[in-house]
């Protein structure tokens, strides 16, 4: 709800595409500077301790954003701000949220638990553009978007706060220098690992039509915020359905080239959105966009959490969310400025055009991704075919 509530407002104020690209950098930017110290957070304290603060944080950001809306400010830097320590947040509560599921549940059952939870996020963000779009409509502006969202998040906080499992300090060791780049030695050295984050990386990153929804909505569409909160809505949707059918069907076989025709499949879908000048058409192609994604997200983060040991998953997990934070919120910055230099339309078609080159590239640079087999066997360990021992999935 509250991304298309900072999106429209955003636009609406500045009627720029550059600055919804900023709205993007500014939420990146943390996430670079702190992925190391948020990491080791998560490996050296209560990872269910870091995420109620977290949610803490969340809900006061939502209501500064509030305050600035219901103020009628002119400007867009209030926002800004408030996006940058949203970005903050997140690049803490990421590795404690992601390194905590395996805490949860067994590990042969890790599979189905990372479709199922991904299955219940993508209907919240199904629900949530569409509801923000509404109430911005009900509410006359974009202050009560806000309030919601600052209700949410108090909600987020009472839930986390019963969950009875502690995880205390998985990390042992002193922090030092030599601990410091031990979880970038190992995604470096796991080239399965290394090819599956990057991958997602490049390819969102050119090929992000998301960022520029408000100008489709405003210029293109012209079906307003509601309209927006439904085009919003529609990438969640494919993702939502295709999680589901993965929790009931999971990838037994072949997951790498599964997974590289999945994010092609992404690239061409994105240059249908950005053809289209049909409101139909480009709910479809939305809809196949967040359904071919959720493919290579449930790989990506089956693979980074089983492959881990449990001691490292905060850090490495900072380093996976960092290359996620790079794809979405710097692929927003890059969608604006493209946008500002060519126009919507030939920034989204170029995107989608750049994501299938970063596929067949990524096909050829790392055969072990494409060639991987199985992620999780019925009984057993993980499992890559045709593997040295270092590059097994135990």
């Known amino acids: 709800m509250q991304s298309v509530a900072v999106g429209w407002q955003v636009f609406e104020i500045t009627h720029r595409p550059l600055d919804l690209g900023y709205a993007g950098l500014v939420q990146f930017l943390p996430g670079v500077l702190l992925s190391i110290p948020a990491g080791h957070a998560a490996d050296r304290f209560d990872r269910r301790?870091?995420?109620?603060?977290?949610?803490?944080?969340?809900?006061?950001?939502?209501?500064?954003?509030?305050?600035?809306?219901?103020?009628?400010?002119?400007s867009a830097a209030p926002i800004f701000a408030i996006l940058l320590l949203i970005g903050i947040t997140r690049a803490f509560s990421g590795p404690a949220s992601q390194s905590l599921v395996p805490q949860l549940v067994p590990q042969e059952h890790f599979g189905n638990a990372v479709a199922w939870g991904a299955s219940v996020f993508q209907i919240a963000t199904v629900l949530g553009p569409a509801l923000g779009g509404l109430i911005y409509?009900?509410?006359?502006?974009?202050?009560?978007?806000?309030?919601?969202?600052?209700?949410?998040?108090?909600?987020?906080?009472?839930?986390?706060?019963t969950m009875q499992v502690r995880t205390g300090r998985m990390e042992q060791r002193n922090l030092s220098v030599e601990a410091v780049p031990v979880e970038k030695r190992y995604v470096w050295r796991e080239k399965i690992i290394l090819g599956s984050i990057s991958l997602d990386l490049f390819a969102v990153l050119v090929g992000g039509a998301v960022a520029l929804l408000p100008v489709y909505a405003q210029n293109i569409l012209h079906i307003g915020p509601r309209g927006l909160g439904i085009l919003r809505s529609m990438p969640a949707a494919g993702a939502a359905a295709m999680a589901v059918l993965l929790a009931y069907?999971?990838?037994?076989?072949?997951?790498?080239?599964?997974?590289?025709?999945?994010?092609?499949?992404?690239?061409?879908?994105?240059?249908?959105?950005?053809?289209?000048?049909?409101?139909?058409?480009?709910?479809?192609?939305?809809?196949?966009?967040?359904?071919?994604?959720?493919?290579?997200?449930?790989?990506?983060?089956?693979?980074?959490?089983?492959?881990?040991?449990?001691?490292?998953?905060?850090?490495?997990?900072?380093?996976?969310?960092?290359?996620?934070?790079?794809?979405?919120?710097?692929?927003?910055?890059?969608?604006?400025?493209?946008?500002?230099?060519?126009?919507?339309?030939?920034?989204?078609?170029?995107?989608?055009?750049?994501?299938?080159?970063?596929?067949?590239?990524?096909?050829?640079?790392?055969?072990q991704l494409r060639n991987m087999d199985r992620l999780i066997p019925m009984n057993g360990p993980a499992m890559i075919p045709e593997a040295s021992k270092q590059q097994e999935i135990v």
């Not at 006061?60 to 400010?73: D, E, H, I, K, P």
């Not at 900072?318 to 979405?328: P, R, T």
């Open 249 to 367: 069907r999971p990838l037994r076989r072949r997951s790498g080239i599964v997974m590289f025709i999945a994010i092609s499949i992404f690239g061409v879908s994105t240059i249908v959105f950005g053809l289209s000048h049909s409101v139909a058409i480009s709910l479809v192609a939305l809809f196949v966009i967040g359904a071919s994604d959720m493919i290579s997200v449930v790989v990506r983060a089956t693979l980074v959490q089983i492959a881990t040991p449990p001691a490292m998953r905060g850090r490495v997990s900072a380093v996976n969310l960092l290359f996620i934070g790079a794809s979405n919120e710097l692929g927003q910055f890059e969608s604006g400025i493209t946008a500002q230099w060519l126009g919507a339309v030939p920034a989204v078609v170029l995107g989608g055009v750049g994501t299938l080159l970063v596929v067949g590239l990524w096909a050829r640079f790392f055969p």
């Open 49 to 74: 301790t870091v995420l109620l603060i977290c949610y803490v944080s969340y809900a006061v950001c939502s209501v500064l954003l509030f305050l600035q809306a219901r103020g009628g400010s002119s």
């Open 137 to 161: 409509g009900w509410g006359h502006g974009a202050h009560s978007v806000y309030a919601t969202a600052a209700c949410m998040y108090a909600a987020a906080f009472v839930f986390v706060f």
